[in-house]
């Protein structure tokens, strides 16, 4: 659908200055009449991840506003506000989106008549502004009553609405209306940073509720009012690898003061299972009865069958090379520091896979977000790999017949479909040293581990992948079995 609507839109955008230059008031009018019952009627899945929707705001609505006849400002007006509506939270740090977001609020168009280039902050203006926002702003923000209404749902790591945020921005549009959501993403060129430091901090002390899923620094040196509800989705599922308090002392860790700091503003800690409570009591030094396993919101793919044969179906007509042959992902987790991953090298010997199983597979590749080296699939490996790294973890595994990981908490993810998984540990030992884990390896792990491709091979030949142990790790690792995490968590948090 995304794809179709979004070629569909740019077709017609792509000519609409030119078009509207040359047609009268009557024309625009029923033309900007037609496009806003349009996007009305998308699904919030289409409209957060629609490029044409970008392109309509940033291009038309901003750059050829000069075109828009006096007679249709009524018609244009109405356009804005039901993109202001429907558009995703995180949209508006972005200097032309504030833009129309001021039109609604004044109920003019006028500030897209009279537009002003916002000033470009020099890195040194920017430390200032930040400073001033968290220091001054945010201090005063908290000074005022909380703004009982008020959401944040904040990243550093993403810029867009992904599989965890989605489903909780929809649950609470659709059991608290009034409610309003505002998400700050990780900061992209286009944004006003001015705006963006400034709003974020005055919104930030006076929230009721901040959902966040990772490390997040902006929260490291302050500390949240006391009416407010700082809950933590966690990206991971599970407890494999160890993590915040838990990893002091090993190679990867940092310090206990850097952990006290990151976690210390935590209310709610959400996981998969009541059985984890104690690990993640422990890794962020909170008191288990603050912590719920009410599920995670982004696994909720992984349960729908309706979503996950529409999914197989989209990547089998996307990418023919998937038809008729069945998937191994390789989905390694990074190593080291920043640095080091940049110089992440794939340890699977994807040529001699080929020539083992090239007539009945095809080998995808899903590299972790923190590895930031590209992925170059050599030429004569274009018929067998897929590099898929830019594409969600759950919609990767949906199409996965057989995952082959390492120290990756994707497993429990890909343990709810029940399908083999290959545990590659060629440097076990090293990266024991480096995070360690919550549980001895050999002994944990719902599958086989190799250290070398032509073991990993001969287990795929041989079909010796499954194990007695993967139903009842899925089992365990998850509280309930349904993607109806994000309706638990926002029943629980909003009560009031």
């Given amino acids: 659908i995304l794809y179709y609507v ?9 000519n609409l200055p030119k078009i509207f230059e040359e047609s009268d008031e009557k024309f625009q009018i029923n033309y900007l009449e037609k496009l806003t019952e349009l996007i009305a009627k998308l699904p919030d899945e289409v409209i957060f991840e629609l490029d044409a929707l970008d392109y309509l705001v940033q291009n038309i609505l901003n750059d050829s506003f000069e075109w828009i006849k006096y007679e249709a400002y009524p018609a244009c007006l109405t356009l804005a506000e039901i993109i202001s509506h429907r558009a995703a939270p995180n949209k508006f740090t972005d200097t032309k989106w504030l833009r129309l977001e001021k039109c609604v609020r004044k109920g003019s168009v006028n500030p897209l008549r009279n537009k002003k280039n916002p000033t470009v902050l020099t890195p040194i203006k920017k430390k200032f502004v930040s400073f001033f926002s968290r220091k001054v702003v945010f201090t005063i923000a ?31 549009k659709q059991k608290h209306p009034e409610k309003s959501v ?37 929260l490291y040196s302050i500390r949240m009012r006391k009416e407010a509800e700082v809950i933590q989705l966690w990206h991971a599922a599970g407890a494999f690898k160890r993590f915040g308090h838990s990893s002091l002392g090993f190679k990867d860790s940092i310090s206990l003061d850097f952990e006290t700091r990151a976690h210390q503003n935590y209310t709610t800690s959400v996981i998969s299972s009541s059985d984890l409570k104690p690990i993640y009591a422990e890794a962020f030094h909170m008191d288990e009865t603050k912590i719920e396993a009410f599920g995670l919101p982004r696994l909720w793919k992984l349960f729908d069958q309706d979503y ?27 190593r080291g ?59 990767v595994l949906i199409v996965t017949d057989i995952l082959i990981t390492d120290y990756s908490s994707v497993i429990y993810d890909y343990s709810i479909l029940n399908r083999p998984i290959i ?43 499954i194990t007695g142990k993967l139903q009842d790790f899925a089992e365990k690792a998850f509280e309930y079995h349904d993607g109806d995490a994000a309706a638990r968590i926002i029943d629980y948090v909003m009560q009031d």
């Fill in 423 to 465: 545990f590659y540990a060629y440097d076990l030992e090293a990266y024991s040293l480096e995070r360690n884990f919550y549980h001895d390896y050999l002994e944990f792990v719902p599958g086989p581990v190799v250290a070398t491709t032509e073991e990993a091979i001969k287990l795929i030949q041989t079909n010796q992948m």
């Fill in 337 to 395: 520091n920043s640095e080091e991953r940049k110089a992440f090298q794939l340890e699977l010997n994807l040529r001699k896979m080929k020539e083992e199983l090239g007539k009945e597979y095809v080998v995808v590749i899903k590299l972790h977000p923190l590895v930031s080296v590209e992925t170059q699939v050599p030429e004569d490996l274009a018929d067998f790999v897929l590099d898929f790294s830019g594409i969600e973890m759950n919609d």
């Fill in 182 to 218: 505002r998400a700050y993403m990780k900061m992209r060129p286009e944004d006003n940073h001015a705006m963006y430091y400034l709003t974020y901090f005055w919104n930030l002390g006076r929230a009721k509720y901040v959902f966040l899923d990772d490390y997040y620094y902006q």
């Fill in 308 to 334: 996950k044969e529409f999914r197989l179906d989209y990547f089998q007509k996307m990418y023919p090379l998937l038809k008729g042959k069945k998937v191994i992902t390789y989905a390694p987790t990074f």
């Fill in 6 to 14: 979004n070629k569909f839109l740019m077709m017609h955008l792509e």
């Fill in 142 to 172: 908290k000074l005022l009553p909380v703004a009982k209404d008020n959401v944040l749902l904040v990243s550093n790591k993403i810029s867009d609405l992904d599989a965890t945020f989605m489903p909780i921005y929809q649950t609470i």
